[in-house]
């Protein structure tokens, strides 16, 4: 079933994000992610832009941030919806990851941003 292969090849390239502080990060690259006292974990489900940008601006304001990538198939999560391609609010791309940890060997630093990129940029 060709179908079935295209999708299950596609979990396998399928990320969430989850965006941090630069000084969090160094923990989080030697301990693994873990949740916050509500025992979640809140994680993007895109890394586009303009919804990294609504979400770092509601969460952090104008800090430096560090993107970090993982699949979430790794953590038995298959993703089954996406938000609509044409929402830019990063509301419409929040999940709700309630792991103990997410370990170390299965995260990735994907980008990070300077405070000034948001002066330039906003």
């Known amino acids: 079933m ?6 299950i090849d596609d979990l396998f390239e399928t990320y969430f994000y989850h ?3 630069p000084e969090m990060w160094e923990q989080i690259r030697t301990e693994g ?6 025992g979640i974990i809140q994680a993007l489900t895109t890394n586009r832009q303009d919804v990294i940008d609504d979400y770092t601006t ?7 941030i560090v993107v ?3 699949n979430p198939c790794n953590l038995g ?3 089954t919806t996406k938000a609509d391609p044409g929402s830019s609010s990063a509301d419409a791309y929040v999940t ?3 792991v103990n940890v997410i370990g170390p060997l299965l995260l990735e630093k994907e980008s ?6 948001y002066a330039d940029n906003h």
């Open 2 to 7: 060709p179908a079935l292969d295209d999708h």
């Open 19 to 21: 965006v941090t502080t």
């Open 33 to 38: 992610l873990k949740p916050g006292k509500d």
């Open 58 to 64: 509601q969460r952090y304001g104008t800090a430096d």
């Open 68 to 70: 970090i990538r993982f």
């Open 77 to 79: 999560i298959y993703p």
């Open 96 to 98: 709700e990851i309630r």
């Open 112 to 117: 990070e941003r300077k405070r000034d990129f």
